[in-house]
């Protein structure tokens, strides 16, 4: 079994549903006030934390060049002050899916060159890199699931399941 592929076909088919739900998306939830964390952010975040923990550690991520300071957080800093964080005009629905698109290019190219016995590259993260990239997709699972659950609930849209991707 080659471990790179699975991990590449379960990236392609996580990645595909959280595109359906990010298209699938009526305007008035994209950014709607009621939602503690709008679905655009939620969107935003999950990108965010694929795209970092696809890198080989912290130091050499490089953010997505329309990156915003602290926008991948939810609600406060994760450390001291922990002051609440800023978040300003959401992203549109068009930069997310040049996001994804960006993020699907890096599992292909990162998963090639990462080494899966290595450690994580993340203090915070104290297990080795093979175990984040499962860290990585339930990750992008849980919140896609999330955003479904809203489009199911609130809008009557159905988010369909993806068993692999397509080059799984």
Known sequence: MDVRQVLRSQFGAALDMLEHAVRGCPDGMWDDPADTNR??????????????????REASFV????????HQFFGTLPWPPHSIVAIGAPYT????LAY??????RVDAQLGAIDLDG???FEWLPFGKLELQLYNLRHIQQHTGELMERL???AGV???WVGMGAKG
């Open 93 to 96: 629905r068009e930069e997310v």
């Open 152 to 154: 199911g609930a609130r």
């Open 39 to 56: 679905f655009w952010h939620v969107a935003y975040h999950v990108l965010f934390y694929t795209d970092l923990y696809l890198s080989e």
């Open 63 to 70: 953010p997505w060049a329309l990156h915003r300071e602290n």
């Open 119 to 121: 450690p994580s590259g």
């Open 158 to 160: 159905d988010v369909p």
């Open 100 to 105: 994804l698109k960006i993020c699907r290019d």
